[in-house]
T-cell receptor, first 113, second 113 residues
Framework: DGGITQSPKYLFRKEGQNVTLSCEQN?????MYWYRQDPGQGLRLIYY???????QKGDIAEGYSVSREKKESFPLTVTSAQKNPTAFYLC????????????FGDGTRLSIL | GQQLNQSPQSMFIQEGEDVSMNCTSS?????WLWYKQDPGEGPVLLIA?????ELTSNGRLTAQFGITRKDSFLNISASIPSDVGIYFC?????????????FGKGTKLSVKP
């Protein structure tokens, strides 16, 4: 089936540790996005990528890093510099074309140990 | 930054009742999207709207793109227990950059059987 796969579903981070969240899509979408969701809040954009080997900071990029080496994959690293990493992280992708809707994966919940 | 005001924040209704929620902004949008999110899952696209005045249905759901292009509403008719979840509006601002969405903070819907 075509879709967006995020893994793991749950992740725990120790103090001072970097962790990487995976996002893979087999929809042949060009653009990919990472969002952070906190309780009672809307989605906030962390990073996005319109094309392979290129990505841009979103509204809350500090403490996060990404790479886009393949069209299908857009991993997000939560670094030790992110002091409040506990949240639900959502990956999305869309076809090229400004008005195309974004489609989401099922999310990764990150917690501090 | 740009903001979408989504209301109400939460709703508690009886099964069978109709539901209405809306999003407003001071900015002009060229696309409105409505998503539903179940607990612990990613948002799922319900309806996409692309033209001012457009009225689109998806089963018991109906959404409209406001004539002023600054608002949108979503109606759910004859609610059932599986309608429970958080409904998000999202929009693309006219002239906005690279297809990045702006999200409302969500309407949490609870349905009593």
């Amino acid at each position: 089936d075509g879709g967006i796969t995020q893994s793991p579903k749950y992740l725990f981070r120790k103090e001072g540790q970097n962790v990487t969240l995976s996002c893979e899509q087999n929809l042949n979408h060009d653009a990919m996005y990472w969002y952070r969701q906190d309780p009672g809040q809307g989605l906030r954009l962390i990073y996005y990528s319109q094309i392979v080997n290129d990505f841009q900071k979103g509204d809350i990029a500090e403490g996060y890093s990404v790479s886009r080496e393949k069209k299908e994959s857009f991993p997000l690293t939560v670094t030790s510099a992110q002091k409040n990493p506990t949240a639900f992280y959502l990956c999305a992708s869309k076809k090229s074309g400004t008005n195309q809707p974004q489609h989401f994966g099922d999310g990764t919940r990150l917690s501090i140990l | 930054g740009q903001q979408l005001n989504q209301s109400p924040q939460s709703m508690f209704i009886q099964e069978g009742e109709d539901v209405s929620m809306n999003c407003t902004s001071s900015s002009i949008f060229n696309t409105w999207l409505w998503y539903k999110q179940d607990p612990g899952e990613g948002p799922v696209l319900l309806i996409a709207l692309y033209k001012a005045g457009e009225l689109t249905s998806n089963g018991r759901l109906t959404a409209q793109f406001g004539i002023t292009r600054k608002d949108s509403f979503l109606n759910i008719s004859a609610s059932i227990p599986s309608d429970v979840g958080i409904y998000f509006c999202a929009g693309l601002i006219f002239g906005g950059s690279q297809g990045n969405l702006i999200f409302g903070k969500g309407t949490k819907l609870s349905v009593k059987p």
